[in-house]
């Protein structure tokens, strides 16, 4: 009760907002990877959808909408999980029933909806059904099908996931053998959705192939948010505390005993896995990972026994330190002061910037940071005026070049592709205000970088450009109005 009041009061991330906006956008016919440029997987924009449709049908905000929907699959997950759960169980299942609610809506906080959010949601019941069967123990379809229907979204929502079914499906088979292995129904019906999947981005997104998304969003996407090897290691060591107090807690079972939390296990390091090879240290990255090892965590104390303390000392000391980490985290993760401004009851970053121009009803952000943008947009119903969340391509390109000491024709190319886009966004789509972010607010940026200087090299944007008028310097943005014509 707590994790969802807390998610239904705070503004939504800004990533989340981002593809709720564009999710919109396209369920108003809009054609995604044309008129919005991103590198996500289409299904990041397609689950989303719902939250659209619930909003036309109530004249709800869309994010209010997405926060509802997300909570009833949370929920719907819990209670399918636990159902799985329970399946030839001798003992109450309490801790069980705790880790998994404190990891779908108690640890999100801010991350609440996020695709690593929401791969963990549908994820958890096919984990559960794994681990069943690594236990030999009968399920019936109705319990299997909608596990393995979820896992199509849990697993596709990012190609990355699709490591975890494969590491899963390898564990099963060194545990019961590959004659039982195939003789299951959810990996067809997984694999079937997932093709139709495919199908169905072939058909409805081809662009998603296209080589301004593929080519270029590889070339560039990674120089602009990778972090070095050390740093990675760094922002990843909580969770390999985590992953060490695991094990030391599951080395006090038996292999049988222990099936369901090994599964659930191998689940969290494919997670981990899935977020060290982006090298980007986002700490979302971490979420799933990180709700798997607490599940576990909480699994394998609840089947200690505790007639003899002194035999399980190191185990339960290393569980009150990996606990007390959880604890830690999770009241970071509800104090999140770089994402909203909490003097201003809890209002997005950008909302004070544009107190002065109540009459704007658009704007676009020269800025590789999308948390000043969005959730702004979203909440206040402003419309976003180019096919770009930010300049975060710009950001690549520099990156890429500094990486290279010097240019290639293809950041030549990408970077023109940008100028030449962005000047037509702001042609076509005219927003009223255009904020540029002071290149001494981002680390992304050279201090020297000048946004108007740079585009400027490009005729085009040059002409386009003359409609827009500085009207106001604050501490992170230039603030240009768009000029009023008669």
Not at 329 to 353: C, S
Request: hydrophobic letters at 50%.
């Amino acid at each position: 009760a707590a994790g969802i009041f807390s998610t239904l009061t705070n503004p939504l991330n800004h990533d989340v907002s981002w593809l709720l906006y564009v999710a919109s956008e396209v369920g108003g016919g809009k054609t995604l990877y044309v008129d919005y440029i991103l590198v996500n997987a289409p299904l990041s924009v397609w689950t989303n959808i719902p939250a659209h449709i619930l909003s036309e049908w109530t004249g709800l905000n869309i994010g209010k909408c997405f926060k509802i929907l997300v909570s009833i699959f949370a929920g719907i997950s819990v209670f399918l999980s636990f159902s799985i759960l329970t399946k030839g169980a001798h003992k109450n299942l309490l801790f069980w029933l705790i880790g998994i609610c404190l990891g779908l809506f108690i640890l999100p906080s801010w991350n609440f909806g996020q695709r690593e959010h929401l791969s963990a949601i549908f994820s958890l019941p096919y984990i559960f059904v794994v681990a069943k069967r690594a236990n030999g123990i009968p399920l019936s379809i109705g319990l299997v099908l909608p596990a393995a229907v979820m896992a199509i979204i849990a697993f596709n929502i990012k190609p990355y996931f699709l490591i975890i079914p494969v590491l899963l499906e390898l564990y099963l088979l060194s545990v019961i053998g590959f004659k039982r292995l195939i003789n299951r129904v959810e990996p067809y019906i997984f694999g079937l959705g997932s093709l139709v999947y495919l199908l169905a981005v072939l058909i409805f997104t081809p662009d998603y192939f296209s080589k301004e998304i593929l080519t270029y969003g590889s070339a560039v996407y990674g120089p602009a948010f990778q972090v070095p090897p050390l740093e990675l290691l760094a922002k990843t060591f909580p969770l390999i505390v985590l992953i060490i107090t695991a094990l030391l807690l599951l080395s006090g079972f038996k292999q049988k005993e222990a099936n369901a939390r090994w599964t659930v296990f191998v689940a969290g390091l494919g997670y981990l896995l899935c977020a060290l090879i982006q090298f980007k240290g986002f700490q979302y990255h971490l979420l799933p990972a990180q709700i798997c090892i607490i599940i576990v965590i909480l699994g394998s104390l609840h089947h200690l026994s505790f007639k003899k303390v002194a035999d399980h000392i190191l185990r339960l000391s290393t569980a009150l330190i990996a606990l007390l980490l959880i604890g830690v985290q999770t009241v970071f993760a509800f104090n999140d002061f770089d994402a909203v401004d909490r003097i201003g009851k809890k209002r997005p970053l950008i909302v004070k910037e544009l107190t002065d121009f109540p009459n704007a009803n658009s704007l676009f952000i020269f800025t590789p940071d999308l948390k000043y943008g969005f959730p702004a947009v979203t909440e206040l119903d402003l419309d976003w005026g180019s096919r770009f969340p930010g300049s975060w391509m710009t950001v690549g390109i520099h990156s890429k070049r500094n990486e290279l000491g010097g240019t290639s024709e293809l950041l030549d190319e990408i970077e023109i592709f940008v100028w030449e886009k962005i000047a037509d966004d702001l042609d076509r789509r005219q927003p009223d205000l255009v904020l540029i972010e002071k290149p001494n607010s981002n680390l992304l940026l050279p201090q020297d970088y000048d946004y108007i200087e740079d585009f400027s090299q490009n005729t085009k944007f040059r002409q386009t450009w003359k409609n827009y008028i500085k009207v106001k310097d604050t501490e992170i943005f230039y603030i240009y109005q768009r000029k009023q014509t008669n």
